[in-house]
């Protein structure tokens, strides 16, 4: 699956649901579906400070590819977690920087659920995107 | 809209009050009437701000519409007009507090910026040396704690901080023993935002005077559900939001007893503190104006005056008494709910109710409740010392006003059972 395929998955998913109660629903499903965190990396180098929640994201670069990991106390929070990493989670540096998170305004979450401090994952969503650029770089040096 | 003369919504009330009829109250407050996701509105996050009631709302427009000009300074017909209605809301929150005179009413930004403008000034002035000690207490809101970490970086100056317990109460005799001779100041809230606790402010109060040290009372919780008498109190200043009182944002009082104020170097340099202004020197005006540098919101000030001559309607104690029974009633109501604790069990407590539920974040409770139009408050509450006194992350809260029904509790109730069976 391409990152873009990724992306309409999962605006398809939620074009499917009826009203924000049943989104909620399914936000609460992917949350509870989401791997469990290795406690190893639930450090403080690795949290995310959320006004209201916290959250924690670990990363790997396998392959040419980047593999986020991450988690949180707030069970809708680990909902959008997890349609984050089905977006963003095993694509290159550059297939990451180049999709910007327009899925968020389809599936309406930026509206119900702003995006900001309140729950951590505007600044989740900043840290993929300098997770891929710091990899980038690394494969970059490599190569040269 | 009519044009209405503002010094005459600031004519301090003095016919008989209203019969207190909380539907009749609701009409008062249009965004009651509105709905949220589909569902009338239930709004209980009182106590981060209060609705706005319709005389409140209209004084601003009223004002920008037809008496709008600044004050202190023309002497022309509107200038004169917006500095006579100004001066008129001070004498307003004048009586309202029963301050001695309304020149100890310092309009501000709000609670925030009076505790600013008291641990800045303070620590310019000869007040606080090296080594000089203030007392705060565990249940501070964070605007009465950062201000004091800013002010004393350049001076050597300890906070030292009054324990609470179990129940959110604080602990008087730690309190006692906390004073020492380097003592200046006890900083203290009157009702705890994230607890609910009503403190026994004047006890307090006495307490530190008798160990002649000043008192400056954090009252933002205070004024919207009790009445407040600051001579009676004895407090040496007491801060409070407008925008809690169901007046505007942007807007607060500072009070502070004459003799300390005048004391006190200026907080703010511009126009308007000033009485000389050369490059050698500049001479300050008397208080209040030496700390309302600048133009005022003043705009804000009157639409406060507005709302407190609004609550002047009603006997107060009726307000007190219906707010004690939506906590008596919520508070049972909730204890029904299996694997909920309300955080703060003091029995003198406003109607702010602070709870977590087992295995349920309270951002989870607070995203679903408001799916049904119902607005709480989840996190820390900017009362993050409370959180880990409680070893807590967050908790909800639901905080009520006296336009707030019993109804709207079972609704919250209600909510609350959906929220739980959600996540089951």
Redesign the interface.
């Known amino acids: 699956m391409t990152i873009q395929e990724a992306h309409s998955s999962i605006v398809e998913d939620f074009e499917n649901l009826g009203d924000w109660e049943e989104k909620y629903k399914y936000i609460i499903e992917l949350g509870r579906s989401l791997p469990a965190f290795p406690e190893d990396y639930r450090t403080a180098k690795n949290k995310i400070e959320g006004c209201q929640s916290q959250v924690w994201m670990n990363s790997k670069f396998e392959k040419g590819k980047v593999f986020f990991e991450a988690d949180s106390d707030a069970m809708i929070v680990k909902g959008l977690i997890a349609i984050l990493l089905k977006v963003y989670s095993g694509f290159t540096p550059d297939e990451i920087l180049s999709t910007p998170p327009e899925f968020m305004k389809k599936i309406g979450i930026d509206n119900h659920l702003s995006l900001t401090r309140k729950n951590g994952l505007g600044a989740m969503l900043k840290q993929i995107k300098m997770y891929a650029v710091a990899f980038k770089a690394l494969a970059d040096r490599q190569h040269s | 809209m009519s044009f209405t003369e503002t010094k005459s919504l600031l004519k301090i009330a003095k016919q008989g009050k209203r019969v207190f009829d909380v539907l009749k109250i609701r009409d008062d407050f249009p965004i009651l009437h509105r709905t949220v996701?589909g569902k009338p509105l239930v709004y209980l996050d009182n106590a981060a701000t209060t609705q706005k009631p319709k005389a409140v709302i209209d004084s601003i427009t009223n004002y920008y519409t037809y008496e709008n000009a600044n004050i202190h300074r023309g002497l022309h017909f509107l200038s004169e007009v917006a500095t006579e209605a100004f001066e008129g809301a001070r004498l307003i929150v004048k009586e309202f507090i029963n301050a001695m005179s309304a020149s100890e009413i310092v309009f501000v930004k709000g609670a925030t910026e009076a505790i600013n403008l008291i641990a800045n000034t303070m620590c310019r002035s000869d007040i606080f040396k090296s080594g000089d000690e203030i007392i705060i207490s565990q249940m501070e809101h964070h605007a009465n704690i950062v201000p004091w970490q800013i002010n004393f970086q350049k001076k050597n100056i300890k906070l030292k901080v009054i324990p609470i317990t179990d129940e959110g109460e604080l602990d008087l005799d730690a309190y006692r023993n906390l004073f020492t001779e380097r003592t200046k100041l006890v900083s203290i809230v009157h009702t705890s935002n994230s607890l609910g606790t009503v403190n026994p402010i004047k006890e307090i109060i006495e307490i530190a005077h008798k160990e002649g040290v000043q008192v400056l009372v954090d009252g933002s919780q205070a004024v919207p559900h009790r009445k407040v008498d600051v001579q009676d109190l004895d407090c040496d200043y007491f801060v409070f939001s407008g925008h809690k009182l169901f007046g505007p944002t942007g807007i607060g009082v500072l009070y502070g007893k004459t003799k300390y104020l005048e004391k006190l170097p200026p907080y703010q340099g511009g126009g308007d503190m000033i009485r000389t202004v050369s490059f050698e020197k500049s001479t300050f005006d008397d208080i209040p104006h030496k700390f309302e540098a600048g133009t005022p919101n003043i705009e804000g000030g009157i639409a406060l005056g507005v709302a407190i001559n609004y609550l002047n309607e009603f006997n107060f104690g009726d307000i007190t008494s219906h707010e004690q029974s939506l906590l008596d009633y919520a508070t049972s109501e909730l204890l029904k709910i299996n694997g909920l604790r309300i955080i703060g069990t003091s029995p003198n407590k406003a109607s702010v109710i602070s709870f977590v539920i087992d295995g349920?974040?309270?951002?989870?409770i607070?995203?679903?409740i408001d799916?049904d139009g119902i607005a709480l408050r989840?996190?820390?509450h900017c009362t993050q010392p409370i959180m880990q006194r409680y070893n807590l992350?967050?908790t909800a809260r639901a905080s009520f006003a006296f336009y707030n029904t019993l109804e709207e509790v079972d609704k919250l109730i209600a909510g609350l059972n959906k929220v739980i069976k959600?996540?089951s």
Do not use: L, Q, R, V
């Open positions: 996701n349920i974040h309270p951002y989870d607070g995203t679903i799916t989840t996190g820390h992350p967050a959600m996540f």
